[in-house]
């Protein structure tokens, strides 16, 4: 086994001082397992089957800070009324060794929330169609005023105090993927002509408040990871370029931030930059119950979800761009890192950590199987994401080539 794989199985240090057991993290992702908002059981038993796994840090993703903050009324948000159960949860998934995380973000004005609180409509940094909304009758999102924005951030503040107090290890910013930040980040969806519009400067003014509310809230000790996106992704006109994200690495290194994620890609304009591999219309399409939406999905789904076939490390270039221009953060890769040729390689060229989600789906057992088979170890993931398409089916995110394996196991016994 080579130095750089014994290095990514060994344990490190996140931030200043939280001690991981290896160096490889559950990437954040929504599972689809809080029904009506309440992280209940599914939950619990999909991260501590991670955490049994072998993980050295498994990530709680969308943890939205305030109700309206989700993009349905299916995710969890950061509020007393989950206290109990997240402090339950944490507690019990840190008894396997594994350090806990979770994912504070918005969804601005990518939403479908039918059960708005505080707001009539999903806000954006501009006024603009919400073509998510559209499907719950609310297509339409509002720019935000200057108190909002002050708003927003009190949320992200009081989010971080308490994640703090139920239990996590660390938080993660979610800078990135079209969400309530990236918004303002974005020249795509960024149309603002004050102090938060305009020069790259302007636009991560919002962010870069953000960072400081979180870091006032839990103190120099407590590690703040951030997702960014390297681009919105490829034919998306006028969006964020990779020149941009290189400022915007650089003013959250200078912002004081611990680690940067490097991702790209959006849910809003361009998901399978993200993912790569399979296009999910056809997975898609069998999820769905109603005829309408079927329909739907036959008839836009090849448009949205565009083919760009897998490959591993496809983020790397960009990694390395940021990792040669921040001078402080911790860099944390993700984008197709799943067999070990590919995690070799990532921690040869700097990464402190590797960021895995669909490899760990497929094999929750990933690491520990990794370890024991070292170079022969293959994840078995085929990129088919099917299992990005049970986000909203009945039981949540699961790996259909992980249960076809079971029910062959069950008729050979």
Known sequence: MSEYLDKAFSPAVLGKSLEVRNRIIKAATFEGKTPGGMPGQALHDFHRELCDGGVGMTTIGYCTTEADGRISEEMMYLGDYARPQLTSMIADLKTTGTKVSGQMTHCGNFSKNRQLQRLKRAQGPSPQFNDLGLIVGKPWADGMTEADIDYLVDTYYNAALYMKEVGFDATEIHFSHGYG????????????????????????????????????????????????????????????????????AEMLDQGGIDALITSGGTSTHNTMWMFRGEPITKAMIATQTSPLMKMLFTMVGPMKWKNYPYEELVFLD???????????????YIGGCHEMDSLEKVISEGADFVQIGRALIRNPNYVNDAMAQREQFHSGCTHCNRCVATIEAPGGVHCYLREEEKAIQIQQA
């Open 181 to 248: 930040l990236s918004q303002f980040i974005s020249p795509k969806t960024n149309k603002r002509s004050d102090k938060y519009g305009g020069s790259i400067e302007n636009r991560m003014r919002l962010p870069l408040r953000i960072l400081e509310a979180v870091r006032k809230a839990v103190g120099d000790d407590f590690p703040i990871m951030g997702k960014m996106g390297l681009t919105d992704g490829d034919a998306v006109k006028n969006g964020l370029t990779e020149d941009d994200a290189i400022r915007v």
């Open 318 to 332: 960009g990694f390395k761009r940021v990792r040669d221009a921040v001078k402080n953060s911790q860099m944390i």
